[in-house]
Nanobody
């Protein structure tokens, strides 16, 4: 089992930036990828949207079209931490952001999940 703890959420004005971090512990050796999903307000778990993913084996990244060019995912190997730098934030980015870990980017949804961190972007 992998335990994931997110941090860095908060309230920011449109156009601002936030940096989310996800710290992994436990059986992290089984993780080949980590990423981020988000759940917009009023939406259920089944509506969680993929935001970004990072494959550790080759360094490949993937992003949702809605965040390309604004968000960047990165990994700090020494700290077993994955971060999501979010720039040029928009009100529609408001959501609970969840960190996930799994075997590859395509199957992150079926892997381990953190508890989530709230990001609120005001107009």
């Amino acid at each position: 089992q992998v335990q994931l703890v997110e941090s860095g959420g908060g309230l920011v004005q449109a156009g601002g930036s936030l940096r989310l971090s996800c710290s992994a512990s436990g059986r992290t050796s089984r993780n080949n990828a980590m990423g981020w999903f988000r759940q917009p307000p009023g939406k259920g778990r089944e509506d969680r949207e993929f935001v970004a993913g990072l494959d550790f084996s080759d360094g490949d990244t993937a992003y949702a079209d809605s965040v390309k060019g604004r968000f960047a995912i990165s990994r700090d190997n020494a700290k077993n931490t994955v971060s999501l730098q979010m720039n040029s934030l928009k009100p529609e980015d408001t959501a609970v952001y969840y960190c996930t870990a799994g075997t590859n980017i395509a199957t992150l949804y079926f892997g381990s999940w953190g508890q989530g961190t709230q990001v609120t972007v005001s107009a």
